[in-house]
């Protein structure tokens, strides 16, 4: 690995330093994929261009190896999210924390954050999950046309994270509503509604934060009382305006990633009889196949960090301000990294996948994530005797991996039938 002259670590000996003018589009974005077919596109890049530059958006760089993903996601000093977080630039009046602001300003969000998502507490909610999941897998088993996506895995990622907030039953189908049509929105590029919908989930936030504290809400297990009571410490500049505005991207971040792998999951095994049946026998092998269906599909690829300074990656010169887009789902299936990298191989060893991230900005709340998906899965497995596909997949567009629509036929248990 030669050390190159900007500082950072290069994979060649030689550093391309031509700037964004002299710089051609070596890649963009397919806008209508096929499940799966980006993976075809990101092995291609990895072995021809693993690091390129795309035009698309105002420009960006492409980091697309598990190396290149791993190294920018944990070097704070250089690569920055405060400037640009995600490809597009989307344009805001103010930043939302904790996801727009850099450490050690970030910390202090984390630290708030960060306890009340541990595993006790996440296991206080799996009765609410659990009910949520046999509510949705009844609906579809007498839907005359049930989706994967629409019908479980959106609605499904919603009710989870208001059961989390502790909201209750009618709010929690307001922000279903409002939070579901704010997804599409956003798959849509639809302006008008996401500024819409953008406003009432902060509205939304507003009166969630008000009523956890009226609710006198334990500081040690309520995301909002923890928010509340850092907001007391004046060292680190939390207050009531900037806690509410991290409810708000908190349930915007508790819908998207999680609907997105909970729809790429339901798919493969929709595609996978064998799997189907050996997880049906052998339902304590669940959360091993999930750390390898999430590497397999892990839903973010456009959350992106901007150089500081000018620096080399991958043998090329990252200009100071220019944003680099981190695609997980190809740093997943680096052959460096994973034998076999397209293939599901259950308990596969050292799968130290990166479907929630790397870094100080990892996903807090993986703990949940796993627990959403493990009882979606437990619960889809249980009521059916089998499930398959029943149309075209439609992807969601670039903002993240996963189905928009999964057009799915299940056909039920037989203890189940009539239920």
């Known amino acids: 690995?030669?050390?190159?002259?900007?500082?950072?670590?290069?994979?060649?000996?030689?550093?391309?330093?031509?700037?964004?003018?002299?710089?051609?589009?070596?890649?963009?974005?397919?806008?209508?994929?096929?499940?799966?077919?980006?993976?075809?596109?990101?092995?291609?890049?990895?072995?021809?261009?693993?690091?390129?530059?795309?035009?698309?958006?105002?420009?960006?760089?492409?980091?697309?190896?598990?190396?290149?993903?791993?190294?920018?996601?944990?070097?704070?000093?250089?690569?920055?999210?405060?400037?640009?977080?995600?490809?597009?630039?989307?344009?805001?009046?103010?930043?939302?924390?904790?996801?727009?602001?850099?450490?050690?300003?970030?910390?202090?969000?984390?630290?708030?954050?960060?306890?009340?998502?541990?595993?006790?507490?996440?296991?206080?909610?799996?009765?609410?999950?659990?009910?949520?999941?046999?509510?949705?897998?009844?609906?579809?088993?007498?839907?005359?046309?049930?989706?994967?996506?629409?019908?479980?895995?959106?609605?499904?990622?919603?009710?989870?994270?208001?059961?989390?907030?502790?909201?209750?039953?009618?709010?929690?189908?307001?922000?279903?509503?409002?939070?579901?049509?704010?997804?599409f929105a956003i798959q849509d590029m639809d302006n008008r509604v996401i500024a819409e919908c953008s406003a009432e989930l902060y509205r939304i936030a507003e009166r969630v934060y008000a009523d956890r504290l009226a609710a006198g809400a334990d500081p040690a297990r309520d995301l909002v009382a923890s928010l509340d009571r850092a907001a007391d410490d004046p060292d680190n500049h939390i207050t009531e305006k900037t806690a509410i505005a991290t409810i708000r991207q908190m349930i915007v971040a508790g819908m998207g990633a999680p609907q997105a792998a909970l729809g790429s999951i339901v798919v493969h095994l929709s595609r996978d009889r064998e799997l189907q049946d050996l997880l049906r026998a052998k339902p304590d092998e669940i959360p091993a196949a999930i750390e390898e269906l999430l590497r397999l599909h892990a839903p973010y690829r456009v959350f992106a960090r901007t150089a500081r300074r000018d620096v080399a990656v991958h043998g090329r010169v990252v200009r100071e301000g220019e944003p680099i887009a981190l695609i997980f789902p190809s740093a997943n299936r680096d052959a460096s990294v994973f034998d076999d990298p397209d293939r599901f191989v259950l308990r596969r060893a050292n799968n130290s996948h990166l479907a929630f991230g790397r870094g100080a900005h990892k996903c807090p709340a993986a703990t949940m994530g796993r627990m959403e998906l493990l009882v979606a899965l437990q619960v889809l497995l249980e009521r059916t005797e089998s499930f398959e596909p029943a149309g075209d997949v439609v992807m969601m567009n670039w903002l993240e991996y996963g189905p928009r629509f999964a057009p799915i036929r299940l056909v039920p248990r037989s203890e189940n039938a009539g239920r």
């Open 1 to 183: 690995m030669a050390t190159c002259p900007f500082g950072y670590s290069s994979s060649t000996g030689s550093v391309d330093t031509r700037s964004r003018a002299e710089r051609a589009s070596e890649w963009a974005p397919d806008r209508e994929e096929t499940f799966g077919s980006a993976h075809d596109d990101y092995a291609a890049l990895r072995a021809e261009n693993p690091f390129p530059w795309s035009a698309e958006y105002g420009g960006f760089w492409a980091a697309t190896t598990y190396d290149d993903v791993t190294r920018i996601t944990q070097d704070d000093e250089t690569f920055i999210t405060s400037v640009q977080n995600v490809v597009p630039h989307v344009p805001r009046s103010s930043r939302r924390p904790p996801l727009h602001f850099d450490p050690p300003e970030h910390t202090a969000y984390r630290t708030a954050i960060d306890p009340v998502l541990r595993r006790s507490v996440v296991r206080e909610h799996e009765t609410a999950f659990r009910a949520s999941a046999e509510r949705l897998v009844s609906e579809m088993l007498t839907a005359e046309s049930p989706d994967a996506a629409r019908d479980l895995a959106a609605p499904f990622a919603m009710d989870c994270f208001a059961a989390f907030l502790g909201v209750p039953a009618t709010l929690t189908r307001h922000i279903r509503e409002v939070g579901v049509r704010y997804s």
